[in-house]
C-alpha cells in the first residue's frame, strides 16, 4: 500500500482547503496581513512621511502644565473670595430699613448712605508715626552697620595687598627679599604668643 505525500501547509498559497483555493492565508493571516503590519506594499513615500511626522497632536506638555497651573490658581483665588466674602458677612449684623410710622409714601423710608467719609482715628495716626519713625531708625541702624562691614573689608583688604606686595618682591638678580617675610613671621610670633 503506497502512502500520499505529506503536504504542507505554510500559507504561501495555492492549496485547496473546504472551501475552495486559499489565497494568501496562512497560519497568522498570510501575506496580505503581513504587508498591512509592515505599513503597505510599497512603504511610505518621503512626503507622506514627512506629513506623518510634522502633523500637530495637540500634545504639548508644557502647554498642559501651564494650563493645569492656571486652572489651580484659579479655584485658589474664588475660594478665597468666597471665604473673604462669608467673613465680611460674619462680622457686619444685617442692616435692615425700619420705615417711618408717619407716611405711607415709599419716600419717607430713610436711605441709607452711599458716601461715608472716612474718619482716621487720632491714636491710629500716632501710631503709624511712631512706627515709620522706627523703621526709619531701624534702616539707619542697618545702612550704618553695612557701612561699618565695608569700611573694614576695604581695610583688611588693602592690608593683605600690601603685606603681598612685600612679600613677593625681589632683588635685581630674582632672589626674594627676606627682610618683610622675617618682619612678617616675627609679627605673627607675637601676636600668637600674645593671645
Known amino acids: 500500500m503506497k502512502r ?7 500559507g504561501a498559497g495555492g492549496g485547496e482547503g473546504e472551501e475552495g483555493p486559499r ?3 496562512g497560519r497568522w493571516g498570510g501575506r496580505r496581513r503581513n504587508e498591512q503590519r509592515l505599513g503597505g506594499g510599497g512603504g511610505l513615500s518621503l512626503a507622506a512621511f514627512a506629513n ?11 502647554l498642559i502644565k501651564k494650563q493645569k497651573e492656571f486652572y489651580r490658581n484659579a479655584k485658589l483665588i474664588s475660594k478665597y473670595k468666597r471665604s473673604k466674602k462669608q467673613q465680611n458677612q460674619s462680622n457686619s449684623p444685617p442692616s435692615f430699613t425700619i420705615p417711618k410710622e408717619s407716611g405711607d409714601n415709599g419716600n ?50 588693602a592690608r593683605r595687598k600690601d603685606l603681598r606686595d612685600k612679600m613677593f618682591k625681589k632683588t635685581r638678580s630674582g632672589q626674594p627679599v627676606m627682610k618683610y617675610r622675617i618682619q612678617h613671621l616675627l609679627e605673627t610670633a607675637l601676636e600668637t604668643s600674645n593671645k
Open 4 to 10: 500520499p505525500p505529506l503536504r504542507r501547509d505554510d
Open 23 to 25: 489565497k494568501g492565508k
Open 52 to 62: 506623518a511626522k510634522s502633523r500637530n497632536t495637540g500634545y504639548n506638555p508644557a
Open 108 to 157: 419717607d423710608v430713610p436711605k441709607p448712605h452711599s458716601k461715608k467719609k472716612k474718619h482716621v482715628a487720632p491714636s491710629l495716626k500716632e501710631e503709624y508715626e511712631k512706627k515709620r519713625a522706627e523703621d526709619e531708625k531701624a534702616k539707619k541702624e542697618r545702612d550704618a552697620i553695612i557701612q561699618a562691614k565695608r569700611e573694614e573689608r576695604e581695610k583688611s583688604e
